[in-house]
């Protein structure tokens, strides 16, 4: 079991000093090593989804208690009792901006709660996001071989580092699981070869990138230290073991289309999160510009000359393609089905993978025709191991019934609240997420 | 849980003391510069306003994608373009590439790229080793690290950084038992993996030298200023030669190199990838999908061919003809394929090769007119005026737009009746949506005659086309008829040459210009001010300017 604690990182030198400088050693090594478990006895996960253009919101918000309870949700009916949905929450980050009307440029504030103009309509975020601190938490308990798993269906991240730097996603699907999985097939001398020699590497490029950083000027030294906290990880990600969970992993066929890399990855999450090679997740499912995916032509919309071609221009047209807009959101929650199916069908300790795991999916903006960042939808799946009272649909703030709050105004909830109840729900303390003007949480969803 | 930024300043400033306090006497600096110092500020024009001696910031940037391939390929004959892999480098806040700070996902594609090239380069070590390890190999090693080490950091390396490079090679013999060609292979894979090679910072630890208030940079750091501008690329050994004489240390040593450098062909593909990132025709993918019931033909291929074509059309004008703004903006020739030849109406044109093919000239003039343009600046289904206009005003007039109004009804669909520009027109006269696009809309009309992936045509939706419309350039408002008289007026303008002057600029220094840049701003729209000028000369003027070869000091630097 490895635990680690404040700043006694990992070193080549520590390794070696542990090994007596014996690679022969490895492999016991490796044996002794087991999986930590944490105090209530299962390993809670997180995962972060974002998609974008909004969505048709009278279609969206069910009409009573039951989350699952309307047109767009339908598709998550059979899980309603682990849903929770919570209407109301405003990027606030974003309108005390002035930026309203920015949703195609929220994502670096969706998960983070942080917001900084850096020119035109562009934003950039300037804390971690959600799925950062949560993989950083739990990295002190459990070395995992990914501690953070950051995958790009299209688009760009939501995941940031401790800076607001973006975390660079990944984008191929067979490369992931090879960063996933791969140690489960190399033959254990070579892997510790392997390691051994990386870890070297790791170690050289540490120090020249220290020294390096020494003679530049503030805003550089920002940079190369985003770049030495890379190395660092990488480091701790050498020094994890494969898990001894049973669980199988098969290698990603071919995705040659949209449709196919969005079932790939949900695969991959849901691979990765069984055999507890990740906790933390963050999905980009949805480009936050509005162009990707361009067109959706699984879904029948081939209307181009009634603007009905690209998805983005779909949403455009608010309520003049609701219809067309309901099918595309209905086929999002139809993904995320998908993927809590795939984490509900797996037995742990307690209860199911879902049960102890909460998927937290956003949007970058309320609806399609407005652009606004305010009444953003927000679904929730999972109760990360009872943290969250599910199957209830949640109504906060100033939020109505009318399915028209979105024109109306602002609620006046910060979704930084939902991202401190999410934080504290995975065992982070806090009493506020990102922005430190909005403070508090959401007890509402306990 | 507040950033912990400033934690994380300390520990990467805190770690070790700065080098400079120990290795001044170890690092032996290039001869100095004889003469120009502060009096040799490039050549701001007479009536230039900019304070000649300033020079804007010279924030720390890493390769992108297109240099490290170039630059590994320069480096070690590698030819396998490995940065394909990595993330994606465009930065949605700047026109040109520009790399972001390396996440986790970077770092590990980066040592994924360092391991495959190093194993490559074992295989045929003998091609990169500068003596015979059978006479001693752990004088070889040395002799590899400092040779070697010069070409990757791209300047002499301080005896710290050979130390710790000695030091990674001692592991692999001894720790990881590697023979004499692999322990060299783990030293090239840490090499690159080096912030030394990974940054563009070409200083080694001596102090800056400051001349007044702003900072000269030393004769490496010119010579791979020079050649990733011109090149893209890695100094060749001519340039490191005149870095190690201290011959780049005046304007005119800068612009003798720099015309050389404009001999060799990779400057072609400089030029050529400055146009494709600038017009961002190299996009046709991601922000051009078209509809495949109106546009069935648009397939990889032609996507492939029109950003080849505008490739072939400016390489062409620049290097092969009189490389001015105007033949740029009004050639009536391309480089088309049978692909193209269709949207062209050219069946003539076969085969899939690109061939010099003389256009019409009352329906194309110069690359604004050539379908990676116009489909990139299309709509899914048809013509799209304020994308086109937007295009222009911003790319080629460098005229900032006012931020959007908020809820602005979208313009008709086809359906509703009425061609591309009445319903536009319709939606320009709503009051919210006036501001932009009364300034942008009128240039977009300009281009009615061609269709969402660049056909021409005379009719759209069943009405006349009425490309007319007018312009304010150099202070004068202008009408045309269509886009082949706005473009005249465009190659004949000072307004848009001193434009594309400042894009090459903010191209050199990978950022936007800044007040300290006015005279280097000068010094380069100098270079391109009659309509003689050619493009060429330009990208000489650019890299002898001020800022191209000074810079201020960072907020912070160390002095």
């Known amino acids: 079991m490895i635990i680690r604690t404040g700043e006694n990182r990992f070193s080549r030198r520590a390794l070696l000093r542990r090994l007596g400088a014996s690679a022969a050693l490895l492999p016991l090594l490796h044996a002794e090593r087991a999986r930590a478990a944490t105090a209530t006895g299962f390993p809670k996960r997180l995962i972060t989804i974002a998609w974008s253009n909004g969505v048709a919101q009278p279609n969206f918000y069910p009409p009573a208690d039951d989350p699952t309870q309307s047109d767009i949700l339908s598709p998550l009916a059979p899980w309603k009792s682990k849903v929770l949905l919570p209407c109301g929450l405003d990027i606030q980050v974003m309108l005390d901006d002035k930026r309203t009307y920015d949703g195609h440029f929220s994502f670096p504030s969706l998960f983070t709660g942080t917001y900084k103009n850096i020119g035109g309509q562009n934003g950039a975020a300037t804390g971690p996001s959600l799925d950062q601190v949560v993989s950083d938490a739990v990295a002190k308990q459990v070395n995992l071989p990914v501690p953070l798993l950051n995958a790009l269906v299209t688009g760009r991240p939501t995941s940031a580092g401790v800076g607001g730097q973006k975390n660079t996603g990944e984008t191929d699907p067979v490369r992931l699981y090879n960063t996933l999985f791969a140690s489960r097939t190399m033959p254990s001398p070579q892997l510790d070869q392997l390691r051994l020699r990386r870890q070297s590497v790791l170690d050289y490029v540490n120090q020249e990138l220290t020294s390096f950083s020494a003679t530049l000027g503030t805003d550089d030294r920002i940079k190369v230290a985003a770049h030495l906290d890379s190395i660092r990880k990488l480091e701790l990600e050498l020094t994890a073991t494969a898990s001894p969970a049973a669980c199988t992993a098969t290698s990603p066929g071919p995705a040659p289309d949209y449709q196919t890399r969005m079932k790939v990855f949900s695969d991959l999450v849901a691979m990765a999160v069984r055999c507890d090679v990740s906790r933390a997740v963050s999905l980009v499912w949805a480009d936050d510009g509005g162009s990707g995916p361009a067109t959706m032509p699984f879904l029948g919309f081939n209307d181009a000359a009634n603007g009905l071609g690209e998805v983005h221009a779909i949403a455009h047209q608010g309520a003049a393609a609701y219809v067309q807009k309901t099918s595309i959101d209905k086929w999002y929650m139809t993904q995320l089905a998908y993927l809590a199916k795939a984490l509900d069908d797996s037995m742990e300790a307690g209860g199911t993978i879902l049960d102890h795991t909460v998927i937290v999916m956003g949007n970058d903006m309320s609806e399609g025709s407005f652009h606004s960042v305010n009444a953003i939808p927000f679904v929730l799946v999972g109760g990360a191991g009872g943290a969250l009272r599910t199957g209830r649909t949640v109504k906060l703030g100033k939020w109505n019934t009318t399915g028209q709050y979105w024109k109306a105004g602002n609620t006046g909830i910060p979704h930084n609240r939902l991202l401190a109840s999410l934080a504290q729900a995975m065992d982070v303390p806090g009493d506020g997420f990102g922005d430190p003007r909005y403070t508090g949480s959401l007890t509402e969803l306990k | 849980m507040k950033p912990l930024l400033a934690a994380f300043l300390l520990l990467a400033a805190g770690c070790t003391g700065r080098i400079g306090a120990t290795a001044e006497g170890d690092f032996t ?531």
């Open chain 2, 29 to 559: 600096p290039p001869p100095s510069p004889t003469g120009p110092g502060p009096s040799d500020p490039g050549n701001p024009p007479p009536g230039s306003t900019g304070d000649p001696n300033a020079a804007g910031l010279m924030p720390l940037r890493r390769l992108t994608i297109r240099e490290y391939d170039n630059t590994v390929r320069d480096l070690l004959g590698d030819m396998s373009a490995p940065a394909l892999q990595f993330p994606d480098d465009r930065d949605e806040t700047f026109a040109f590439r520009r790399a972001h700070p390396i996440a986790v996902q970077d770092a590990t594609l980066i040592r994924s790229a360092a391991e495959s090239l190093a194993a490559a380069a074992v295989k045929n070590i003998g091609a990169l080793l500068p003596c015979d390890p059978a006479a001693g190999e752990q004088d070889c090693a040395g002799k590899f690290v400092s040779d070697f080490g010069l070409r990757a950091f791209r300047r002499p390396l301080t005896s710290e950084e050979s130390a710790r490079l000695m030091a990674l090679y001692a592991s692999g013999r001894n720790t990881l038992k590697l023979g004499f060609a692999d322990a060299i292979g783990l030293v090239i894979e840490g090499m690159l993996q080096a912030p030394a090679f990974l940054y563009h910072w070409e200083a080694p630890a001596a102090a800056p030298i400051h001349e007044g208030a702003v900072v000269r940079l030393g004769h490496y750091e010119i010579a791979s200023r020079l050649s990733y501008f011109l090149w893209g690329s890695m100094p060749d050994r001519e340039l490191f030669a005149a870095a190690a004489a201290g011959q780049l240390g005046t304007a005119a040593e800068v612009e003798g190199q720099a015309r050389r450098l404009l001999g060799d062909p990779r400057a072609r593909d400089t030029v050529a990838s400055f146009f494709e990132e600038w017009l961002a025709v190299d996009m046709l993918d991601e922000k051009a999908a078209k509809d495949p019931k109106v546009y069935p033909e648009y397939n990889d291929a032609l996507k492939a061919a029109m950003t080849a074509e505008t490739r072939a059309f400016v390489d062409n004008v620049v290097f092969d003809g009189d490389g001015r703004w105007a033949t740029l903006l009004g050639a009536s020739f391309s480089f088309l394929n049978q692909a193209l030849g269709g949207v062209y109406g050219m069946p003539q044109v076969t085969g899939s090769d690109l061939r010099r093919t003389d256009l019409d000239r009352t329906q194309r003039a110069g690359f604004l007119t050539e379908p990676s343009f116009l489909a990139l600046t299309g709509a899914a289904d048809g013509s799209h005026p304020v994308r086109r206009g937007k295009a222009i005003y911003e790319k080629l007039l460098c005229r900032e737009l006012p931020p959007p109004p908020a809820n602005v009804p979208p313009a008709k669909p086809a359906s509703a009746g009425g061609s591309t520009r009445d319903r536009f027109t319709e939606h320009d006269t709503n009051e919210c949506a006036r501001g932009c696009h009364t300034l942008i809309d009128p240039l977009g009309f300009a281009f009615e005659n061609y269709d969402g992936i660049g056909k021409y045509r005379t009719m759209d939706n069943g009405k006349m086309v009425d490309a007319s419309g007018e312009v304010t350039l150099d202070g004068t408002t202008r009408t045309f008829a269509n886009a082949i008289e706005l473009t005249t007026l465009l190659g004949a303008s000072a307004e848009a040459r001193r434009c594309f002057a400042t894009q090459w600029v903010r191209y050199a220094l990978a950022r936007q210009e800044t007040a300290a840049d006015a005279a280097s701003l000068d010094t380069a729209a100098a270079g391109f001010s009659t309509d003689a000028s050619s493009v060429r000369d330009l990208m000489v003027a650019v890299a002898t300017m001020r800022s191209f070869r000074y810079r201020s000091p960072s907020p912070g630097e160390a002095p």
